[in-house]
Each structure stands twice: as C-alpha cells, then as structure tokens.
C-alpha cells in the first residue's frame, strides 16, 4: 500500500485564511515527504520541520446536507502539518545530505526498495538535487500566487 499527500495552498484575505485553486507537492515522492514532515523517511534525511498537526486557525468546512464534514479538510488521516512558504523560501536547499534509501534484496527474487542503509553507506547530494525539479516549480508557484502558508497531511 503506497502513501500520498494532501495539501493546500492558502493566504489570507481581509484577515481570513483562504484556500487557493492549487495543490503543491500534489505526486508520491517518499522522500519530498520526509523532508516535509518525516513522513516515509526512508532516506533519513533530516526534515525541515517534524509534523505540527492542523494550524489552530484553520477554517473547517460547513457541515454537508447530512451535518457531517470532513475534520480532516481532504488532507488524508495522519501526520497533519503545515509550513509558510516563507519557511519553505528560506531553507537552504544547497547543504548536501546523505540519501540513504536502498535497494536490498530480502530473499530469492524479491527485492525491497524502502530500506534505509546504516550511516556512510547512502549517496551524497543536495536538498536540491534530492527533491527534484518539481518541488522547485511549485514553490514558485506559490510565491506567485501569494500564498503564505501550505496545509497538509496524508494517506496511507
């Protein structure tokens, strides 16, 4: 069973937060949510920030026909967190890390690609490089949108 984020782009208007018509980091990449909230980790790299759960003034929906919502905003049901895109601006994507995410294999024909290496036994690179071109794109996207924050949280 595989694992997926759920996010969202807000910023506030006349002091409300709301939620913008974009979903960053919206693709399945373990190590991107490891470096989010250590989610998946199977790199070990260090994270920029451990899960914070749900903003305290996040906006719930309104209940539906039925009067139920959804608490959780669509954002999955574990490991709920958010970071500013100004955190997020100011990272320094250039320190190099050791990716330490490996291929072993675990018996005759069967191999398992979410083993974490020991220390020294992984590749050296960059947040950079290791988050990939993607990441890059959608922060711009969210600078140029305006956004102030990205809520999220995931599946399992």
Not at 16 to 27: A, G, V
Not at 58 to 68: D, Q, T
Not at 76 to 89: C, N
Not at 91 to 100: A, V
Request: hydrophobic share 35%; aromatic share 14%; with cysteine.
């Amino acid at each position: 069973m595989g694992c997926d984020i759920h996010t969202l782009a807000q910023k506030r208007v006349n002091g409300k937060w709301e939620t913008l018509p974009f979903e960053p980091f919206d693709w399945r990449s373990y190590g991107m949510f490891g470096f989010l909230a250590d989610v998946r980790n199977y790199s070990a790299v260090p994270p920029i920030s451990k899960a914070r759960g749900l903003p305290d003034d996040i906006v719930r929906p309104e209940p539906n026909f039925y009067g139920e919502h959804d608490d959780n905003l669509g954002l999955g049901d574990h490991s709920y967190s958010w970071l500013t895109v100004e955190e997020l601006s100011a990272f320094d994507y250039d320190q190099q890390i050791e990716d330490r995410r490996v291929t072993r294999q675990t018996a005759h024909n069967v191999w398992d690609g979410g083993v974490t290496a020991e220390p020294g036994e992984g590749a050296m690179t960059t947040y950079r490089e290791f988050l990939g071109e993607g990441f890059f794109r959608d922060l711009d996207k969210l600078k140029e949108l305006g956004a102030e924050r990205v809520v999220f949280g995931f599946d399992s």
